[in-house]
């Protein structure tokens, strides 16, 4: 089983959709969560942190659900430049917070 | 400032060839990292340095050394280059639990 894992998608969405992302993580021990975009062909880029009781930066929230080791991304109102692969990134935890683990990504087009 | 610079951007090898990743940040982080992406898979981590000097193994270190001997700069030696060493490769660094990727070398192994 891989430590993370993501629905790869694609997702093709019109603009104005709401669309939801989901990540599970094998590895109870881990702390730290993160949301990553990565647009064709280019590095990924932090998109937002996952806090424990929930955040929301915008048109993005981010959840997370510790007794299901599950992470999810939802996107309001999605526009054209929201296209891109959405990599979820878990701290592998235990004594290493420094090995971080990258699911495979899920792939978002948001269509006119 | 230039945040993670990465050389070259594209490389081709024949298998057995060696050659060296290289990888700077000019944003005085201590933690650097590399990593691997291929088709269908996460980005895997390689090895990484907490600071110059100290250098560790990540999930996949085996055919690739590293060495850090400057917070700047973090390079990546591939001792005898083999086709599953094909990949994209991304250098990055951490300030907190954000991590900048370098914009990748592109790496094909034949």
């Known amino acids: 089983r891989k430590e993370v894992e993501q629905d790869p998608g694609p997702f093709n969405v019109p603009e104005g959709a709401t669309v939801a992302f989901n990540c599970t993580y094998s590895n109870s021990a881990s702390q730290s969560f993160f949301w990553y975009r990565q647009d064709c062909r280019k590095e990924p880029k932090l998109l937002m942190s996952v806090y424990s009781s929930g955040n929301e930066d915008g048109r993005f929230t981010a959840q997370l659900n510790r007794a299901s080791q599950y992470i999810s991304l939802l996107i309001r109102d999605s526009k054209l430049s929201d296209s891109a692969t959405y990599l979820c990134v878990v701290n592998k935890g235990g004594d290493n917070n420094n090995d971080m683990r990258f699911g495979a990504g899920t792939r978002l087009t948001v269509k006119p | 400032n230039a945040g993670v610079t990465q050389t070259p951007k594209f490389q081709v090898l024949k298998t057995g060839q060696s050659m060296t990743l290289q990888c700077a940040q000019d944003m005085n982080h201590e933690y650097m990292s590399w990593y691997r992406q291929d088709p269908g898979m996460g980005l895997r981590l390689i090895h990484y340095?907490?600071?110059?000097?100290?250098?560790d193994q990540g999930e996949v270190p085996n055919g690739y050394n590293v060495s850090r001997s400057t917070t700047e700069d973090f390079p990546l030696r591939l001792l005898s280059a083999a086709p599953s060493q094909t990949s994209v490769y991304f250098c990055a660094s951490r300030r907190g639990w954000e991590q900048f990727f370098g914009p990748g070398t592109r790496l094909t192994v034949l």
């Open positions: 340095s907490v600071g110059a000097g100290i250098t």
